[in-house]
């Protein structure tokens, strides 16, 4: 589970393109950060309004108490002591990832990426096909011409994107073939895998392909799950277990009370696990992707915080 959180946290911090405060990781993500001391660095960043960190819910001044420690002036909790370690924000190393995909596809090193526009670089060339790493896809779509100066004679362009942006839907004439980079790649150790033989049928599945893992490890029905490191047919999850990793997926990788999960869920049982525990495959994906504090009762998907 540690190798999917931590590239979870990578594509997240790609995909956001800006320092993320500590403070606003989850506590899956702060517990990986070791493991990527290479690929996420510490960086300047401005702040003047958190998040209180007791509440969690209202955003509040941060300023110096009169013993010079740090608080956050919450207008409901009032002066609330901050870590000014988690102050600090984060932010990726993009030439590691870059450098790391180049050879996941055994793309020569020739000097390296080159920056097409912002947000969107050439990595190189997999064999004769160029490749494109980019945050936004809509930037493809205002400036065409982005692409045309990296292809050939109307050869095809392997694009790199966010897997959500695929998934809400890419023109299939564009010569474009699409590399989901949350579902397409793998980390493993320091080095990233690609899922797939190079110059195999790799173009991006759509929504509108009901075997697609569009929402994280889940199809868009939510029965079937694919598991990290899990080269075998995907889990066959009932409508019950999938309704339960639905309403998961739909808290956004926050606790709730197995109460909370079930009601939005639409099912009777007292706890989510109930609805797994005659189904071993199943047990198994809910094993992997939720976490329960049983202390206090609580339940919450790390993979589908946004």
């Known amino acids: ?3 999917h959180a931590e590239w979870a946290l990578v594509c997240r911090l790609f995909s956001t393109g800006t320092p993320v405060m ?3 990781l989850t506590a ?3 517990a990986v950060l070791p493991a990527l ?4 660095k510490p960086t300047s960043h401005n702040v003047s309004i958190v998040p209180c960190p007791y509440c969690g819910m209202n955003g509040g001044e941060v300023r110096r108490s009169r013993d010079g420690d740090l608080e956050c002036c919450c207008a409901e909790c009032g002066a609330v002591p901050v870590d000014a370690d988690d102050l600090a924000a984060l932010m990726l190393d993009e030439n590691w990832l870059h450098r790391r995909l180049r050879a996941a596809l055994n793309i020569e090193s020739d000097g390296g ?3 097409l526009a912002a947000g969107a670089w050439m990595l190189g060339h997999a064999g004769k096909t160029p490749v494109v790493l980019t945050r936004d896809i809509r930037r493809l779509w205002r400036e065409p011409g982005l692409l045309d100066r990296v292809r050939a004679a109307n050869s095809l362009v392997h694009v790199i994107a966010p897997t959500h942006q695929i998934a809400a839907g890419v023109p299939a004439d564009a010569g474009v073939e699409w ?3 949350e579902e397409r790649f793998r980390l493993r150790g320091e080095a990233i895998s690609f899922l797939g033989a190079r110059g195999a049928a790799t173009t991006a599945r759509r ?5 697609a893992p569009v929402h994280g490890p889940f199809s868009a029905d939510f029965r079937l799950v694919y598991l990290d490191g899990d080269d075998s047919a995907p889990i066959r999850c009932t409508k019950a277990q999938a309704d339960v990793f639905r309403a998961l997926w739909e808290f956004e990788g926050k606790d709730r009370s197995a109460e909370d999960v079930m009601s939005r869920a639409g099912r009777k049982s007292a706890k989510p696990i109930d609805v797994f525990k005659a189904h071993p495959e199943p047990k198994r994906a809910y094993e992997a992707l939720v976490a329960t504090n049983q202390k206090e009762g609580l339940y919450r998907m790390p993979c589908a915080f946004r």
């Open 1 to 3: 589970m540690s190798a």
């Open 22 to 24: 500590k403070m606003r």
């Open 28 to 30: 899956s993500e702060v």
């Open 37 to 40: 001391a290479k690929a996420v």
């Open 113 to 115: 990426s080159v920056t």
């Open 179 to 181: 590399l989901a980079l």
């Open 207 to 211: 929504r509108n392909d009901p075997a």
